[in-house]
């Protein structure tokens, strides 16, 4: 996957650029749209506009190039008039309105604004469909189901594992590690062979979970993948799983992405917007005790009220 700009390839290719500056969940719920917007515009080439850790998981997607962005404070390193089509796939605040009138594109595809024709934003739906909708707003056909990704690269290091996603971006979604670790023995003890994934920041987490799983008989210590991988090796190890227990995260988006049975534990996000799509995978969590409160250090209530026995309930529902 090439980061490098240009305005054209060697052919003038015009420019699509899709701003999205957000995380690995953010960029799955959003394939079918990049998707439909490769098919509408085959001739172009098509910038991603996202952080540069997330350059591996383009490669997944396919037909996209990467245009690092760390945020929203700074203009997108585009020359001024350079981009034909300018998408905004990031929301509808003025942070990533600006950043896309900045670009002066051609076409502006975007939701409705000031000075901007588009669809009116709304809520109820399914993350997938709101840009989806978006562009069959504009005229471009996507489909919501189309966000199966492709194979990763690189193989899977554990084929067949049972993973357990420890971690999560905000502390709204943080699962006690008491409860990860106790359905890590039960797994364990059910004949699973059981691996703890997460980013670097939550090696301490996995950690803190292997240690409680050895006490009560469970030795996780070879399963300790969480700060280990790579984004196209975890997105292997996901691909290759027997079970994915994760709350509300990327690994959640990729077990459905590669159709792979999951369980997922929602807390401030609500699940019919960005729940998984129709599949091998069952949500946990309490509406009535939504917090809702994505950026708290705390875990939301509707995440603390999911107990072990609902995860192992659930994880006999898809066939144990």
Sequence with gaps: MDTALGTADSNDQPLLLALRA????????AVPALRGLRRAFPEHRIL???PAWIAEALELVGGLHHLPTPGLDEPLTVPR???????????????????????????????????????????GF????????????????ADPLDYLLNRPAVPSPRPGATVIHVGAAYGSRLWPVER?????????????????????????????????????????????????????????TIAEARLVVSA??????????????SVVLFGPAPAEEWGPPPGPHVVLTAVELRRGDVFSTDPDPALLAVSVRDVLDAVERLGG
């Design 22 to 29: 957000l995380k690995l969940g953010d960029l799955l719920v």
């Design 48 to 50: 991603y506009a996202a």
């Design 81 to 123: 008039g350079a981009v034909d089509v300018a998408v905004n796939l990031h929301g509808n605040g003025p942070e990533s309105r600006l950043r896309i009138n900045e670009l002066q594109a051609r076409r502006v595809l975007a939701h409705e604004a000031p000075g901007v024709d588009g669809p009116p934003w709304a809520t």
């Design 126 to 141: 399914p993350e997938r469909e709101r840009w989806t909708r978006l562009l069959s707003w504009h005229g471009i056909d």
């Design 180 to 236: 990860f670790a106790d359905v890590a023995v039960e797994l364990a003890a059910a004949g699973h062979e059981v691996v703890l994934t997460g980013g670097a920041s939550e090696r301490g987490r996995a950690e803190e979970t292997a240690a409680l799983a050895r006490l009560k008989g469970a030795n996780l210590d070879d399963g300790l993948l969480a700060g280990r991988q790579g984004l196209a090796e975890f997105a292997a």
């Design 248 to 261: 509300d995260t990327g690994a959640a988006h990729l077990a459905s992405a590669y159709v792979r049975p």
